[in-house]
């Protein structure tokens, strides 16, 4: 139900967004730039959020895979993490008042990490494919944020 209800207030606002004039260019390019950065992890652009968190977790496995199966986990896990986080990252976003709020969401997010793996090796592949994750996620959310103030500043 709440996925639903996110999908259904970023797909609103990307097309109420780019479709009316009260958008500024300025607003556009950084809504461009923003895009770009978080391509091809983009909500709104013909993909909904299951569908970019979906390619995310395929991708994922697809990077990681090899490396994670040798230390226990299969690609369902892999999958299963990367949905969890992307969508939490979505629902931070949708809710958020600012895009700051954003990076707050990956500071905390990365410092559950630092936690976890504390006096393990930086390198460890759970921890490079959790933070490839998070930094994916977030560049994701912040387009979803922005969408969310621009819709609020109306």
């Not at 977790?57 to 990077?63: G, S």
Request: aromatic share 4%.
């Amino acid at each position: 139900m709440k996925l639903s209800l996110i999908k259904i207030a970023i797909l609103s606002v990307a097309t109420l967004s780019f479709s009316s004039q009260a958008v500024s260019d300025a607003d556009k390019e950084k809504m461009m730039s923003l895009v770009k950065e978080s391509s091809p992890y983009v909500v709104g652009m013909g993909k909904n959020v299951d569908e970019v968190c979906r390619d995310m977790a395929n991708d994922m496995v697809t990077k990681y895979g090899a490396q994670l199966s040798s230390i226990g986990k299969s690609p369902s896990d892999i999958r299963d993490s990367t949905s969890g986080i992307c969508l939490d990252a979505a629902s931070s976003a949708s809710s958020s008042q600012s895009m700051e709020e954003v990076s707050m969401w990956k500071n905390s997010a990365m410092q559950n990490i630092n936690k976890t793996f504390q006096g393990e090796n930086e390198k460890s592949p759970a921890r490079t494919f959790l933070v490839d994750v998070i930094e994916h996620s977030e560049k994701m959310a912040k387009t979803i944020a922005f969408m969310m103030e621009i819709n609020r500043s109306r």
